[in-house]
Each structure stands twice: as C-alpha cells, then as structure tokens.
Nanobody
Framework: QVQLVESGGGLVQAGGSLRLSCAAS????????VGWFRQAPGKEREFVSR???????YLADSVKGRFTISRDNAKNTVYLQMNSLKPEDTAIYYC?????????????????WGQGTQVTVSS
C-alpha cells in the first residue's frame, strides 16, 4: 500500500507561484509513476503532469512552460512547481501513484491517490 499526502496549496494572485508536494509512505515511489491531476467544480478530472519511474516527465499542454514536475526518491516525494498561475488553474490538485517498473506507464488509471489540496488563483 502507498499512502499519499498532498500539501502546498493555497490562495494566490494571478501570476503568482505555488509548489505542491506529494509525500508518499508505505513503499518507495522509486518504481512508481506519480501523476498530478486536478478537478475544478463542475468539471472532469484533468491530467496535469506525470513523472515516470525512469525520470521522464510529461506536462499537459495547458501548463507547459509554467509548471514543472520533479521527484526526490530519497525523500519519497514528488513536487509540482507552478508558476505564472492563472484563475483557470483553480482546482483541487491530487497526486496519484501507479506501479511502473518499466518506466512506461501513460494511462489515466492509478492505484493510489491522496486527499487533494486546494489551489485558488484570484484574478
């Protein structure tokens, strides 16, 4: 079992920055893909970013150039640095983990997820 706890959300003005953390426990995330998703009120869950176990990273087009994902396996933590935030980035952000031995997982179904952290960007 993997337990995930997100933190770092909050209220920020447009153009500001936040860094979200996803702290894992129970197992090492070294062989897990970890993804960030978000869900705004009345909208579907949306992919934001992913880091595979081999270190490859992916970003949704809507956040490219503004967000960066990174992982620190020694700390069992994945980070999402969010810069140049926009009101449309407002959502609950969730991190999710999926076993990824080969470093190739690219699906949307994950095995573990956290409780989420609220990000609110004011205009």
């Amino acid at each position: 079992q993997v337990q995930l706890v997100e933190s770092g959300g909050g209220l920020v003005q447009a153009g500001g920055s936040l860094r979200l953390s996803c702290a894992a426990s129970g197992r090492s995330i070294s062989y897990y893909a970890v993804g960030w998703f978000r869900q705004a009120p009345g909208k579907e869950r949306e992919f934001v970013s992913r880091t595979n176990s081999n270190g490859n990273t992916y970003l949704a087009d809507s956040v490219k150039g503004r967000f960066t994902i990174s992982r620190d396996n020694a700390k069992n933590t994945v980070y999402l640095q969010m810069n140049s935030l926009k009101p449309e980035d407002t959502a609950i952000y969730y991190c999710e983990a999926k076993w990824d031995l080969l470093g190739s997982y690219s699906g949307s179904l994950y095995d573990y997820w956290g409780q989420g952290t609220q990000v609110t960007v004011s205009s």
